[in-house]
């Protein structure tokens, strides 16, 4: 009677250790899920500070540009003028050292920056280094496992020449003539990350209130 008392125990106690098993598998791949979720969590960080990194880096680039100094055998200090904008044209399509300058839009039309096309082999937007000489170390350009942390490619910017209303003080008002406006010049910079997806965007204006030294004023 001992033995056929024990049957039913020893299928309770199977059940049970069945159970525990599948809470202790269900808890086990909740915390595998968590960990995964962390991971790209922190990937995704990593990879929009590279990005974010890359977009400060276009904007310094640009105000080297713009501003100087510039040594850069291609350098074009004396085009940023803010008496003169006629080298900026409407949908930034200039080339050569036109390349990137972008007519100010109309108003009521969509912003230029958000229209520019910023793409890798495009002429309207200026890749980092073009007119300074500066080089960004880029994924593409790096073998091995370096690269890994590094953007996609290399950042680019866009300059526009906005009319400037109220001078470089707010509370000093411009003359409305023709003759004697000026402008600011307003960077739009995009950087990448390791993956080409991850994109950030950053702006600055730059005053100039003169003309390059050794440029025509």
């Not at 039913?8 to 598998?25: H, T, W, Y």
């Not at 890798?120 to 280094?129: D, L, N, R």
């Not at 400037?164 to 004697?180: E, Y």
């Not at 402008?183 to 990350?193: E, K, M, S």
Request: with cysteine.
């Amino acid at each position: 009677m001992s033995r056929s008392g024990s049957s039913p125990q020893r299928g309770f106690s199977l059940i049970v250790v069945l159970l525990m098993l599948l809470i202790a598998m269900v808890l086990g791949i909740g915390a595998a899920q968590v960990s995964l979720v962390g991971e790209r969590s922190a990937r995704n960080d990593r990879d929009t500070e590279i990005a974010f990194q890359a977009a400060e880096a276009a904007l310094v680039d640009a105000e080297r540009d713009v501003l100087g100094p510039n040594q850069g055998a291609a350098q074009r200090l004396c085009i940023f003028n803010g008496r003169d904008v006629s080298a900026f044209v409407a949908g930034c399509g200039g080339t050569g050292i036109h390349q990137g300058l972008c007519a100010q839009a109309e108003d009521g039309a969509e912003p230029v920056w958000m229209t520019a096309d910023f793409a890798a082999e495009s002429t309207t937007s200026v890749a980092y280094g073009t007119f300074t000489g500066q080089i960004y170390a880029t994924a593409s350009a790096v073998a091995g496992a370096r690269g890994g942390a590094l953007s996609a490619r290399a950042p680019r910017y866009i300059v526009e020449a906005v009319r400037n209303l109220g001078g470089w003080q707010s509370s000093q008002l411009q003359s409305a003539s023709a003759r004697s406006a000026s402008h600011l010049f307003r960077v739009t910079a995009i950087g990448y990350g390791v993956r080409d997806e991850t994109q950030v965007v950053l702006q600055t204006n730059l005053y100039k209130p003169a003309a390059s030294p050794g440029c025509p004023s």
